[in-house]
């Protein structure tokens, strides 16, 4: 549970930062594969807070289910 709580507070706090430092988010990821074929884009904040949603949601299924 705390990594799932630290990734969500992480990329929270990171589109938080970029956003009254820049005004936009900043931390985005391109990946080119080979010749022009890209990788979708993504922010690693978002991600972090995507896993550490995850995360969290098994782990409060898991709770709910060993109480009853």
């Known amino acids: 549970m705390?990594?799932?709580l630290g990734?969500?507070?992480?990329?929270?706090?990171g589109n938080l930062i970029d956003r009254v430092r820049f005004g936009e988010i900043?931390?985005?990821v391109d990946?080119?594969?080979w010749g022009d074929f890209h990788w979708t884009t993504f922010s690693i904040a978002?991600?972090?807070?995507?896993t550490g949603?995850?995360?969290?949601?098994?782990?409060?299924?898991?709770?709910?289910?060993?109480?009853?």
Do not use: K, Y
């Open 31 to 33: 990946v080119q594969l």
């Open 26 to 28: 900043t931390d985005f």
């Open 53 to 68: 949603t995850f995360i969290l949601t098994f782990c409060f299924l898991s709770m709910a289910r060993e109480s009853h």
């Open 2 to 4: 705390r990594v799932g």
């Open 7 to 13: 990734l969500v507070l992480g990329g929270a706090m």
């Open 46 to 50: 978002d991600a972090s807070l995507t």
